[in-house]
């Protein structure tokens, strides 16, 4: 089974179908582990061309501030005028698709799949500390987390921990991990409408679990017409920035 591995969508419609389009033919079921809105400026857009491709969905902490499971009182104040400019352009069905939304972890054959961390879908897994509790106590062998917005993850074998930075060589599209069977894993596709990891191109993931491979892609798109629709909406122009340098 090849799983097509999306997360941190964050409303950003051009990015995703680039996503999409760009590994046609290479999956054959498509997860998502939170965060469909939140940001950009095609939140139905995007939670429909989602819902097309019938994925297994957990919801991220911008789903539930859009559709009201919280109040967004924790967000900066840049990210809580999105959420809020998002609950009001959400149509009532997509209002009620994010509310019934499962929290992670949740299984899927092999996988687990979380939108902050295993013990606590909102915490933010950046450092070695943060991931043992994970790698150690996930049901899985490999389990996939967003919220970051960075791409790579860590391993653990033997009590030993290692950060995975994954980056594509010059001229090509993805890296690939090659996964040992005596190994856990912590990995993060990356955020395909926001990135934050210095690179602006879309990142996903693809983890073909038959040979025990995960690529780490990244997709340029056209960035441009994402920032004109933002703008067009008036959404806060520190996050149209953000888009260009990927940060």
């Not at 591995?5 to 998502?32: F, K, P, Y």
């Not at 959404?235 to 990927?246: A, D, F, K, M, N």
Request: proline share 6%; glycine share 8%; with cysteine.
């Amino acid at each position: 089974m090849r799983f097509l591995i999306l997360s941190d969508i964050h409303a950003n419609l051009t990015a995703l179908q680039a996503s999409v389009a760009a590994v046609e033919g290479r999956w054959d079921r498509a997860v998502c582990l939170g965060d469909v809105v939140g940001y950009g400026p095609d939140p139905n857009e995007s939670l429909d061309f989602v819902r097309s491709l019938n994925p297994v969905i957990i919801r991220g902490n911008h789903d539930k501030a859009a559709c009201g499971i919280t109040d967004a009182s924790d967000f900066n104040p840049v990210a809580r005028i999105a959420a809020e400019w998002t609950t009001a352009q959400l149509r009532p069905e997509n209002l009620e698709f994010l509310r019934q939304l499962p929290m992670g972890p949740v299984g899927v054959d092999a996988l687990t799949l979380v939108h902050g961390a295993v013990a606590d879908e909102d915490e933010y897994v950046f450092a070695p500390a943060l991931a043992l509790d994970g790698l150690v106590n996930s049901p899985t062998a490999v389990t996939f987390f967003g919220h970051t917005h960075f791409q790579g993850g860590f391993s653990y074998r033997g009590a030993q921990l290692e950060i995975l930075q994954m980056k594509a060589p010059p001229g090509a599209s993805f890296a690939a991990l090659q996964m040992q069977e005596d190994t856990r894993y912590l990995l993060n596709p990356g955020s395909i409408g926001q990135p934050r990891d210095g690179d602006p191109r879309a990142g996903f993931a693809i983890a073909d679990m038959g040979h025990h491979v995960t690529e780490f892609w990244r997709v340029p798109y056209d960035l441009e017409a994402v920032q004109t629709r933002m703008r067009a909406a008036n959404l806060p122009e520190v996050l149209v920035q953000r888009l260009t340098y990927g940060r």
